[in-house]
């Protein structure tokens, strides 16, 4: 049997959640990166593929932020919808469906359990709001 990293089960699930959530961001930027270099051999896909470097070059730290459990994370995903439907609409026309699919699964599975989970990354128990901490990067596209 495994033995917990804790004598707080509450504490050992959140690690697994940061661990999980971290590691679903690491395999989405590497399906970006894999997206956007397909897009720059089609010249169709060569605007989308910038808009999608773009991003990428902004966002690829996140996952260090999720395991370091930064308020960052929390305050990158909240009242972001009109981003989402940006960068949705602009893989769609210009991009395709992988682009889209990309996103939807950012968007309905690990931006919901960073906000659903959002007192892990703040360090409140209430699930307070917290601050931008100095010197953390802009994460939004």
Known sequence: MEQPLTEDPRQDRDAALVRSLADQFKALNVLWATLTVLQVLSCAGIV??????????????FPGLILSRSPAVVLAYQDDITWFVIFFAINVVLGGVVGAGLIAWEFFFIREKILKNAHIFQGLPDGGAGERLPGEVEVRG
């Open 48 to 61: 989308a593929a910038a808009w999608n470097a773009y991003v990428l070059s902004r966002r690829w730290k």
